[in-house]
């Protein structure tokens, strides 16, 4: 039961026309009042909806999406499911009562005012459900064990009173439909196993199905693996199969590579199996979250690779693995198969596979811009960038996301691989989908040329003119390590600090890692940015200023909400150059800036276990606040968050080619550091500051930028790399800068005085005493005896790694400084229980923020030590010396002039 209720009202329609022979345009439309309601069935069968009135008449009735459906009535009724809900909407029968034209002269436009009224209108509802019993359906066939070649009569009897349609299917495929009684016949039946459905629909709208099994002979799989000889299984991959030209379907890859088909040309697979087959691989994920295309080859659809299949006539030729092999040329014996390019591909499908696997599994993320194109073409460059627009045209259209690889960055064999190609542009891919857009680069109107030019370059860091590229870039190396770790990717493979180990990060192949506190003056600002979000997710630890431990959906949860942030620039209107807003004027967005980073974790403090002096602590930590009296060091009112003053460090310009200075240096020793340090005399010395530019390419090129004369500023450009020296620095003022600039357009070349290094600073590890057997639960003493040469005081590091419980049994740090032989004792506990410990010794020393260790295999120890029950009497194991075997000296460290690798 029910009821409704519409006391008496009225509303109005107004229109509006030129003169009385123009057509009418409506300008308000009211309506009447009206009520929803929701009936959900309780069995299958016919529904009677009646409208008893206590005052009014009958109602304006509309049953679900139907407009108009019922018209004026007092009752409907309606076929129903069990559990189906039936909406229906009711509204008070209206008519016109007034009318009224209004006209305000002669020649003006007409207004036309309808007035349409209801009385009161009030009524129960009453509900009937008649119900029908579910169609009952059974079938049999014979003959009831059929053998290949037979023809099978399938028969039924259903009562055709409340039927209203039969369907016969075998295997999912409808192959007949009947009316009333009904036999059917599959004639010369096959090998195989089929599956017989008869399903039936009643006239209320009601299935019934029954299913059964037949199993004719022996049925085949045609099954393989596809995998590659780096070790990895290929999964969500897409793979079509052919046979004799005819498609037979498509299926993807599981986790372990593993794809089958059961079906040829709609039958179960059969033995023999004649003619010629094709197994098609596609480089299109499962999900057709992205694939990949050849810009070069055929851009208009995706990648793929043809592998034949020859006549099947054994069970064994069923399983058909496919592998990716390294370093083959093309086969002209397969001209459907590049196996030049195509171990390239499969690799980068590979891992933008798990980036997207990461993004899915992990973080649940919906992927609003499908597909992602991943696309490659034969460039003889090392280019890999993600871009959103002015693409190349891919199925018409350029305006897409696109993540694109040059020919050398394609390569497998590409040192960047995964960290900083697939899951650094993966990860550009998602802000940009999730964001709408990426981070907000600037630009200034160049009225001389006409033209817009950026004052925000790409990598530029602290030489842009604000922190949104640096933001951008330190979000996908963060979330490259995230992937990396949460996947399982690439495990460290070094025992020091394993922990620590996950934070490393490659570019060109070099390690960067990102656990220590990457300050503002580092050469790469995105890594100081990344360094702060890697703090936020690695765990709290206190040596590093670090007293927070957010989880992986927590972080993501701040760096993808929107926040009220300052607005801090715009152009102006009338000239086009940028101005710095007043930080009162805000707008709503996402994270643009590092200080918007800053902003955002302050604003969530009271939703997490942080303070806000935790969030400081971090960025002071990385030097991310404005040092407004140049000490080097942070005092309580200094913001934090800014890392660099507005005009100073910042720069307000575009990089023209007239500030590019040229330094004559050997291409074989890029890259190299050039710093650049701008000192100020008197009252402006509060501006003094450098920055360090690291040079890839050749020629070796960086903008030089010279302040305002009236701050007296003085430029000094020094080049800087491992085991050189600049002796004579180019040193620049404002009237040598602009004749420079003046009669030759740029800043000219200058050629550096580097002299080589001779510092000689090592460690070695000259012997290692161990005991052999030790009773269980026994203290174990280790001493290894150490020779060093440092020239200034140097943090090392002596660790004891146990590869059972993947930790350090002992690690432990020293201050040492000049030339000299020393004994270090090493204790720690034996386990409770017998067994034999593998342990590794190693030692490590800091220059500056970075540890060092060897390149070569050298550096570190391995041996064991048994563990035994414990005796009832006597004393613990005393450890006896042992000498590793056939290691009398072992260099760990190479001498610092030979460039000893970054950790």
């Given amino acids: 039961m029910g009821s409704y209720n519409f ?57 679900g999406d139907e407009t108009g ?163 990895n299984r290929y999964e969500d991959l897409t793979v079509h199969f052919y046979w004799n030209d005819v498609f037979q379907g498509t299926t993807y890859t599981d986790a372990d590579g593993h794809y089958e088909f059961t079906t040829v040309n709609g039958q179960p697979i059969t033995l023999p199996l004649t003619g010629m087959g094709e197994v098609k691989i596609e480089f299109v994920d499962k999900d057709h979250v992205f694939e990949i295309r050849d810009l070069k080859a055929d851009k208009t659809k995706p990648v793929s690779v043809i592998y034949p299949v020859t006549s099947i006539t054994s069970v064994d030729q069923l399983e058909y693995n496919i592998g990716f092999y390294g370093d083959m040329a093309d086969d002209a014996d397969t001209p459907q198969v590049n196996e030049a390019l195509t171990d390239d591909h499969a690799l980068v499908f590979y891992y933008t ?29 090392n280019e890999a960038y993600f871009k959103s627009g002015n693409n190349p045209e891919i199925d018409g259209k350029t305006t897409y996301p696109m993540i694109y690889y040059s020919s050398l960055a394609l390569k497998r064999t590409d040192p960047d691989a995964p960290l900083n190609r697939e899951f650094h542009e993966f990860s550009h891919y998602i802000m940009w989908d999730y964001y709408g857009e990426l981070p907000e680069r600037h630009y200034f109107w160049d009225a001389t040329t006409g033209k817009w030019k950026p004052l925000d370059t790409n990598h530029w860091g602290i030489a842009n003119h604000c922190t949104s590229d640096s933001y951008l870039e330190a979000f996908a ?104 807003l007043d930080e009162k004027t805000t707008e709503v967005r996402y994270i643009n800036y590092i200080k918007d980073l800053y902003d955002g974790l302050i604003e969530n403090e009271p939703f997490y276990d942080y303070s806000t002096s935790d969030i400081d602590a971090i960025f002071v930590s990385h030097k991310i606040f404005n040092d407004l009296n140049a000490d080097g060091t942070w005092q309580q009112g200094e913001p934090i968050g800014i890392n660099l003053k507005w005009g100073i460090e910042r720069r307000k310009h575009p990089v023209d080619e007239s500030w590019l200075l040229t330094l004559n240096i050997p291409e074989n020793m890029l890259p190299i550091d050039i710093t650049v340090t701008t000192t100020h005399e008197g009252t402006f010395t509060q501006y003094d500051h450098e920055y360090t530019v690291t040079v890839y390419d050749y020629p070796a090129q960086i903008p030089i930028i010279m302040p305002p004369e009236k701050y007296t500023p003085e430029m000094t450009v020094e080049v800087t ?22 009669t030759q357009g740029n800043l000219g070349s200058h050629t550096p005085s580097l002299e080589t290094t001779e510092e000689d600073e090592y460690i070695y590890i000259n012997q290692v005493d161990s005991p052999t057997t030790v009773e269980a639960g026994s203290t174990i003493t280790l001493t290894a005896s150490l020779e060093y040469s440092f020239n200034d005081i140097t943090l090392i590091s002596l660790g004891v790694y146990d590869y059972a419980t993947e930790s350090y049994a002992f690690d432990e740090t020293y201050w040492v400084q000049g030339t000299d032989i020393e004994d270090y004792v090493v204790q720690f506990t034996a386990p409770d229980t017998p067994q034999t410990l593998e342990l590794e010794a190693n030692v490590i020393f800091q220059i500056g923020e970075e540890w060092y260790y060897t390149d070569n295999d050298q550096w570190y120890n391995y041996f064991t030590i048994d563990v035994v029950e414990a005796a009832d009497e006597g004393i613990p194991g005393y450890p006896l010396p042992a000498t590793l075997a056939g290691l009398t000296l072992v260099l760990l460290l190479l001498k610092k002039k030979r460039d000893p690798q970054l950790l």
């Fill in 7 to 63: 006391p008496a009202g009225q509303y109005e329609i107004i229109s509006q026309a030129d003169d009385i022979f123009s057509p009418v345009e409506i300008i308000s439309e009211g309506k009447p009042p009206s009520t929803t309601y929701s009936y959900i069935s309780e069995g299958n069968g016919y529904l009677y909806v009646q409208f008893e009135p206590t005052a009014g008449d009958w109602l304006l009735v509309e049953v």
């Fill in 69 to 231: 459906s019922w018209g004026y009535t007092d009752s409907f009724s309606v076929n129903v499911q069990d559990g189906e809900t039936v909406i229906f909407t009711v509204t008070p029968p209206s008519r016109q009562t007034d009318y009224e034209m209004l006209q305000d002269d002669d020649s003006g436009p007409i207004t036309f005012i309808d007035t349409f009224s209801w009385n009161t209108t009030s009524g129960i509802i009453s509900y009937q459900l008649e119900l029908v019993d579910v169609p009952e359906v059974e079938f049999g066939w014979y003959p009831r064990e059929p053998a290949r070649g037979d023809d099978v009569t399938f028969y039924t009897q259903v009562n055709t009173m409340t039927v209203s349609s039969m369907t016969w299917l075998i295997n999912g495929v409808e192959l007949d439909s009947s009316y009333g009684s009904s036999t059917w016949t599959y004639t010369n039946i096959q090998d195989g196993v089929y599956e017989v459905t008869l399903r039936v629909e009643d006239m209320f709208g009601a299935t019934a199905e029954k299913t059964y099994t037949i199993t004719v002979g022996e049925s085949q799989v045609f099954q393989g693996v596809i995998f590659d000889d780096l070790g």
């Fill in 353 to 381: 596979n798990i980036a997207k696997r990461f993004y899915d599994e992990k973080l649940n993320y919906i992927f609003w811009n499908t597909p992602l194109y991943v696309t490659t073409d034969d460039k003889n460059t």
């Fill in 477 to 580: 190396e963060f979330m490259s390590l995230v992937i990396n770790k949460e996947m399982n990717v690439q495990p460290p493979t070094t025992t020091m600090l394993p922990d620590f180990a996950w934070s490393r990060y490659t570019i060109g192949g070099a390690n960067e890692y990102l656990g220590y506190n990457r300050d503002q003056s580092y050469r790469f600002e995105e890594l100081s940015f990344a360094s702060i979000l890697w703090d936020l997710y690695d765990g709290k630890e206190v040596a590093d200023s670090d007293n927070v431990d957010l989880t992986l959906e927590q972080l993501w949860d701040i760096l993808m909400q929107i926040y009220v942030l300052p607005k801090y620039y715009e152009n102006d209107a009338t000239t086009g150059m940028l101005i710095k």
């Fill in 721 to 742: 790399k491992q085991g050189y020296t600049d002796t004579s620095p180019l040193v620049l003022d404002p009237a040598t800068y602009d004749e420079l600039i003046t």
